[in-house]
């Protein structure tokens, strides 16, 4: 959210803002709902989603900011949807189990760690519920992180972050590929790590995948990961083979690294698939 803006750069943030925007770019249709605060910071934190034809019509004004929930749109008029949280941090219970009741069975929801857990668990019951697919980012790793990912369809970390995931710590990569797939035999989960310039690997119906970024001279990596969360959900939104969501995704991770600043720096589709092409 936009109390997430102090980077180096100062650029706006926040991992939900970034996954939302990567995945405009990703080609998804986005509206935007909620609400968001009148600070210094709420300006800015808009600016890019503004600029890129995310339609903010149902985002209010709040003196207390509730809480914005970023409703995608796809192109074939599926939803993905990620809850962010508004300038103080307070996505309610009732924000979450909104956004979702806007959704339809087959729409995706992206959830990351950033709001609170109670929104986080409410947002993921619900969309089980209706049949929702759901994404769990679990970035940054809090103490409800593994509680609230289990709840969750699929899976997205990093390296780290898994191995808080299965409180297993220095894992070789052939341990993380065993401890994936016995979560994945276990909870029926997609799990995805991503593996910064090894690119990434996943597990999915207990079939073992690999995908490999661009081989690049990383400029500054602050929003790869959200550029690959936001991409993947709207890859596999917009029905691409999971094979093929991943791999876009990947390469769209390392082309965020090409620039500064987390929100300028995600690429647009027509730059991925040149590069896919190129490959």
Do not use: W
Request: with cysteine; proline share 4%.
């Amino acid at each position: 959210g936009p109390g997430h803006m102090h980077g180096a750069t100062g650029a706006p943030g926040g991992k939900g803002a970034n996954q939302a925007l990567a995945a405009r770019r990703a080609g998804g249709s986005v509206h935007m709902a909620g609400a968001c605060g009148e600070d210094e910071f709420a300006v800015p934190a808009l600016t890019y989603l503004r600029f890129d034809g995310v339609n903010l019509d149902r985002v209010r004004s709040a003196s207390t900011a509730t809480g914005v929930a970023l409703i995608f749109v796809g192109a074939d008029g599926e939803n993905v949807i990620a809850i962010v949280a508004g300038a103080n941090g307070t996505v309610t219970v009732g924000d979450a189990k909104a956004a979702v009741a806007d959704m339809k069975r087959g729409d995706t929801l992206m959830v990351q760690m950033e709001i609170p857990a109670a929104a986080i668990e409410a947002g993921l019951i619900a969309a089980r519920e209706k049949g929702v697919t759901s994404i769990a980012n679990v970035a940054p790793f809090t103490a409800d992180a593994r509680r609230l990912a289990q709840l969750a369809d699929i899976v997205i970390a990093n390296e780290t972050e898994f191995e808080l995931f299965c409180d297993k710590p220095d894992l070789s990569a052939e341990a993380r590929e065993v401890e994936m797939m016995r979560i994945n035999a276990e909870s029926k989960q997609t799990i995805i790590v991503t593996l910064g310039g090894d690119g990434v690997v996943a597990v999915r119906d207990g079939k073992l995948h690999k995908a490999k970024g661009l081989v690049i001279e990383p400029v500054d990596t602050v929003g790869a990961g959200d550029t690959f969360c936001g991409y993947l959900a709207a890859g596999l939104d917009q029905g691409l083979k999971f094979d093929m969501a991943l791999r876009r995704a990947a390469v769209a991770g390392s082309l965020a690294c090409l620039k500064p600043g987390a929100q300028p720096s995600i690429p647009l589709q027509a730059e991925v698939d040149r590069n896919l092409a190129a490959t």
